[in-house]
């Protein structure tokens, strides 16, 4: 089955400074990526997905990740940090064959003004 | 205009009782699931119905119990509720997976269960 790592545990930036998350996925075949934010008491939303095609994929509020098969890496970047991103962000792998979906234990990302 | 929703918000509950949280999507879609997450923040899938049919079903105890009456609802019975059942669950859906497409999970709000 697949699985996936976010090595931090909790990140802390300035705003304005720029921001990438780190997340290594396992699978044999072909993942399907996402990230994922939980703003405090909030459900999860999707910032962005990877399926096939360009590699760079762009998310909404300004989120970009990358994926990078020969390092088995999805890492999420944002140029500029506002404070408002102040949140949990959960990477995701899912797989062709079955509908599960496994999340990273999550980062947190605290923004200092 | 919600795409996946759940009742009730918050739960507070004591040990031993029986609740249910409920689930409903207007997306149209036709495979549902819920997650638990822990303290920690830990998310993990503990069902999914497909068309009425259990598809996931991961180490869970059999006191939870997913119940669907229909394809847009999917509701979680859980009895003889234990402290460690306090979490946040959270409902998603999708369209089904058909061997040539994946399709991305929406998520509901979530719902915070206390167990005193």
């Known amino acids: 089955a697949q699985s996936v790592t976010q090595p931090d545990i909790h990140i802390t930036v300035s705003e304005g400074a720029s921001l990438e998350l780190r997340c290594n996925y396992s699978?044999?075949?072909?993942?399907?990526l996402f990230w994922y934010v939980q703003s405090p008491g909030q459900g999860l939303q999707l910032l962005l997905k990877?399926?096939?095609?360009?590699?760079l994929v762009q998310g909404i509020k300004g989120f970009e990740a990358e994926f990078k098969r020969s390092q088995s890496s999805f890492n999420l970047r944002k140029p500029s940090v506002h404070w408002s991103d102040a949140a949990e962000y959960f990477c995701?792998?899912?797989?062709?064959?079955?509908?599960?979906?496994?999340f990273g234990a999550g980062t947190r990302l605290t923004v200092k003004p | 205009d919600t795409a996946v929703s759940q009742t009730p918000k918050y739960l507070v509950t004591q040990m031993g009782n029986d609740k249910s949280i409920k689930c409903e999507q207007n997306?149209?879609?036709?495979?549902m699931y819920w997650y638990k997450q822990d303290s920690k923040k830990f998310l993990k899938i503990m069902f999914s119905?497909?068309?009425?049919?259990?598809?996931i079903n991961e180490t869970v105890p059999n006191r939870f119990s997913p119940k669907s009456p229909d394809k847009a609802h999917l509701n979680l019975h859980i009895n003889s509720l234990e402290l460690g059942d306090s979490a946040v669950y959270f409902c998603?859906?999708?369209?089904?997976?058909?061997?040539?497409?994946?399709?991305?999970?929406?998520f509901g709000p979530g719902t915070r269960l206390t167990v005193l």
């Open positions: 998603a859906s999708s369209r089904t997976m058909d061997g040539s497409s994946y399709n991305e999970q929406f």
């Open positions: 995701a792998v899912g797989a062709l064959n079955n509908n599960d979906m496994r």
């Open positions: 119905y497909n068309n009425k049919e259990l598809i």
């Open positions: 990877y399926f096939s095609g360009d590699t």
């Open positions: 699978y044999g075949a072909t993942p399907y």
């Open positions: 997306l149209g879609h036709d495979t």
